[in-house]
């Protein structure tokens, strides 16, 4: 009998819980803040990234999942080329080690020759692929970055910002 009794006080013990943790009053949240400082935000470059961001998707609708990313890449070229956006394909910089040049590293795609833009094929994003971005705008001193990742649920873009301190 008493553990019957206790088994009922745990189960709406864990009930009250969730339902505590899931709980959501009006006069606590309200949304419409939210989406006007959401709509105040502004973006650096926001109606270039915008066209490009419109260029990736054409290309994923028209291409699907499945393919290297430098098919993609040469995909994405080719429609920057029809829409008439400069872009830049595989851009180089030097890596140099005191004064000595050791290497190169190759950024995916530069538009407008201020945004760069870098490509994944895969299922997700790890840190490595953030970590390379971000290396890569802070070498070539440009401020905004795109990583695109072509996954089989779709198309999935992140944007970085090379924020000097």
Sequence with gaps: M????????RR?????????RYRCTDKHT??????????????LFEKETETIIGI??????????????????????EEARVKN??????VRKKVMYKGRLIGYNYADLLFYGKILVELKVGNALIKRDFDQLNEYLKE??????????????????????????
């Design 2 to 9: 008493n553990l019957r009794k206790t088994r009922t006080r």
């Design 12 to 20: 709406t013990l864990t009930l009250q819980r969730k339902n505590r």
């Design 30 to 43: 309200d949304n419409t803040d939210f989406f006007e400082i959401k709509k105040k935000m502004e973006y």
């Design 56 to 77: 990736q998707y054409d290309v994923f609708n028209a291409l699907c999942w499945g393919l290297r990313e430098k098919h993609y890449e040469r995909a994405i070229m």
């Design 85 to 90: 956006i400069p872009c830049l394909s595989q």
């Design 140 to 165: 070539n001193n440009i401020q905004i970055g795109l990583l695109v990742l072509f996954s089989p649920t779709g198309v999935v873009i992140r944007r970085l910002a090379n924020i000097k301190k």
